[in-house]
Nanobody, 115 residues
Framework: QVQLVESGGGLVQPGGSLRLSCAAS????????MGWYRQAPGKERELVAS???????YSADSVKGRFTISRDNSKNTVYLQMNRLKAEDTAVYYC?????????WGQGTQVTVSS
C-alpha cells in the first residue's frame, strides 16, 4: 500500500515562498504521474500541479508562473516550490497520483498565507 507523507507547510506573508515535500513509499510511485492537490475551507479538493515520471509538468492557471513542481525518483519524493504566495493559496496541500489517486491520502500540510 502506498503511503504519502507531506511536509513543509506553514504560515507565510503574502508574497512569500514555501517548499512542500511529499515522501512516498512504494515503487509504483516512480512510474506514476504525481500531483499536488489542495483543499481550502468550504471548497472541493483541486489539482494544483502534476508531473509525469519523465518530468512533463502541468500547472493550474491559478498558480502558473508562481508554483513549480518537481520530483526525485531516486528518493520517491515530489516537491512543490511556491513563490509569490497569495491569501487565496491558503489550503491544506496533499500529494497523490493523477488522475486516479491512490486510495490512502496523506495527512496533508497546512499552508496559510496571511499578514
Amino acid at each position: 500500500q502506498v503511503q504519502l507523507v507531506e511536509s513543509g507547510g506553514g504560515l507565510v506573508q503574502p508574497g512569500g515562498s514555501l517548499r512542500l515535500s511529499c515522501a512516498a513509499s512504494g515503487s509504483i510511485v516512480s512510474f506514476s504521474v504525481m500531483g499536488w492537490y489542495r483543499q481550502a475551507p468550504g471548497k472541493e479538493r483541486e489539482l494544483v500541479a502534476s508531473i509525469s515520471s519523465y518530468g512533463v509538468t502541468y500547472s493550474a492557471d491559478s498558480v502558473k508562473g508562481r508554483f513549480t513542481i518537481s520530483r526525485d525518483n531516486s528518493k520517491n519524493t515530489v516537491y512543490l516550490q511556491m513563490n509569490r504566495l497569495k491569501a487565496e493559496d491558503t489550503a491544506v496541500y496533499y500529494c497523490n497520483r493523477v488522475p486516479t489517486p491512490f486510495p490512502s491520502w496523506g495527512q496533508g500540510t497546512q499552508v496559510t498565507v496571511s499578514s
